[in-house]
């Protein structure tokens, strides 16, 4: 690691730093901003326009508080998820979920009417929301740094003290130091082309495991969402009400249950999946066009009907942006185990209120709202902790340097890691029906890439933060088949096909770190593992 020593082109000083501009990374830095802190947020596209959330719509775990709405909505997917979930946790999202979204109504933001007149408050337009939150976001004051990816965390000997990155435009660095850092980067797509995934390359996971953190739950991340071949929109609610068939016209039987996404990847195995929207009435047509408009344009532009034709899809995965894999949270402050490092949303293990199963929006959509209020307000509170400290750290970057970067890799080369990674991680075979010898053969291929790629060196700036991306998939995929091996059962979408039931005995989440050797533990281990190092 290198010592920061040449002045960058861009350069700044904050009480908090927020990686990442999506609804986590907003919430945060209006929560930390609301304690009074300064605060600077960088995000690798454009805030308010990059990510899953901002180009489509999305319903939102907003329930009202009363006791037996409350107790449905935390029993709704216990069973599916694993028993995991932490009811605590639960009830705390469900209780900020609810505040935020009566705070975006009094922001301005336009929720409609219900049948009774009441504003209908469990579904926000991602256009209209991230809007929205940009414009508060620079209203309470915050720096905001577009197109400015960071490529790694600064530290010292009491913990993370900012970070550095890249100016997409300038190919110049930027470097920000801040008493406290909030990674709400996103989760992991493996660059699948999903509508707003590709910026979501899991890179906020790798910082932290360099700093020292880890993760959980990286089993529950082989999410795989249904999409028309033509067309990158993954907003897969409209599927409930649709009907499954070959190409010979026959139906699938069990293809529209909640398994059925096992079933409609088995097919695609050997034959053409089609899709209608077939089991919709009149009035659900109309609603489904205002609900999800973008859902229907590159229908319209292909003149196809999908209440009425057949259309062809594909399953494109989405990984941890759909699973509930992230950074470990050691308390309800969204912290890490790193001081002075928080995460939020799909950055952050989503285990606690989703157990080992999740899908878009809804839970994802209140856990962004939620851990990114609960982190920015931490992170604040950490920063003005440091008082006269804050300003007197000698910082240093956890991105290798020297010889053990070293090795000259150019853009094709780049370009073929990610694309190695890739073929490792998008197989039905591979990573949704899951073997022992399949995930062994796939992670030796991975440690591979790992090597290959950390000991990389690349020749451009547009290079360098590729090749941080293949390094951050490549991780990410390691920690999840790693975990995958070690949970020799079938829970939530985790799925082994040598061991297709669930283990009573295996109750327990599952952390896994570690950059050149990759560990899993469980959770109830690492734990006792720190009591006996603090005892000693």
Not at 171 to 182: I, M, R, T
Not at 465 to 487: D, G, N, P
Not at 505 to 525: C, D, F, I, N, T
């Amino acid at each position: 690691m290198g010592k920061v020593a040449n002045r960058p082109a861009l350069e700044a000083s904050a009480d908090v730093l927020v990686i990442g501009g999506g609804p986590a990374g907003t919430w945060a830095a209006l929560a930390a901003a609301a304690k009074g802190a300064s605060v600077v947020l960088v995000d690798k596209g454009y805030c308010g326009t990059s990510g899953a959330t901002a180009p489509s719509g999305t319903g939102v775990w907003y329930v009202e508080p009363t006791v037996r709405e409350r107790e449905e909505a935390m029993g709704s997917r216990e069973a599916l998820g694993g028993y995991l979930a932490d009811r605590g946790w639960m009830a705390r999202v469900l209780d900020r979920t609810y505040a935020n979204m009566n705070e975006l109504a009094l922001a301005g933001y336009p929720f409609p009417l219900d049948e009774d007149g009441r504003p209908y408050r469990r579904s926000l337009q991602g256009p209209e929301y991230m809007k929205l939150m940009r414009r508060r976001v620079k209203q309470a004051g915050v720096l905001v740094w577009d197109h400015c990816p960071a490529q790694e965390l600064l530290t010292d000997s009491y913990g993370v003290g900012g970070a550095r990155g890249m100016q997409l435009r300038t190919g110049e660095p930027w470097l920000v130091k801040a008493g406290a850092v909030v990674i709400a980067s996103g989760g992991c797509a493996f660059l699948s082309s999903a509508l707003g995934c590709n910026v979501l390359t899991g890179d906020g996971y790798l910082f932290a495991a360099e700093a020292g953190a880890c993760l959980s739950g990286m089993e529950f991340s082989n999410a795989y969402a249904i999409s028309p071949t033509f067309s990158t929109i993954t907003k897969t609610a409209f599927y409930t009400w649709a009907s499954f068939y070959r190409g010979d016209g026959t139906l699938i039987e069990g293809a529209g249950s909640q398994r059925g996404r096992s079933v409609i990847a088995r097919t695609l195995q050997t034959q053409p999946v089609y899709a209608c929207l077939d089991r919709t009435t009149e009035e659900m047509r109309r609603w489904m066009r205002l609900a999800q408009p973008n859902f229907f344009l590159s229908f319209d532009r292909l003149g196809i009907d999908p209440f009425t034709q057949k259309f062809p899809i594909t399953l494109r995965l989405e990984g941890t942006v759909r699973g509930t894999g992230g950074i470990h949270l050691i308390d309800e402050s969204c912290a890490t185990a790193v001081p002075g490092l928080y995460a939020a949303g799909d950055a952050a293990s989503r285990q606690f209120i989703c157990g080992g199963f999740t899908g878009g929006g809804s839970h994802n959509a209140a856990w962004a709202m939620s851990s990114g209020s609960w982190s920015g307000e931490a992170a604040a509170g950490y920063s003005f902790g440091l008082g006269r400290l804050s300003g007197k750290r000698e910082l240093s970057g956890l991105r290798p340097t020297g010889e053990s970067a070293s090795v000259p890799v150019s853009h094709g080369d780049v370009r073929d890691l990610a694309a190695g990674v890739k073929r490792q991680v998008e197989p039905f075979e591979i990573n949704l029906f899951r073997t022992e010898s399949g995930l062994k053969q796939s992670l030796a291929r991975l440690d591979r890439i790992w090597l290959e790629a950390r000991g990389g060196l690349a020749d451009s700036a547009a290079d360098a933060v590729k090749l941080r991306e293949v390094q951050a998939m490549a991780s990410t995929a390691r920690w999840m088949y790693a975990s995958a091996l070690a949970r020799k059962e079938t829970r939530g979408m985790h799925k082994r096909l040598d061991y297709p039931d669930t283990d009573s005995a295996q109750h327990y989440r599952l952390l896994s770190g570690g950059l050149e050797e990759v560990w899993v533990k469980p959770e109830s281990a690492a734990r006792q593992a720190a009591g006996e190092v603090q005892a000693g």
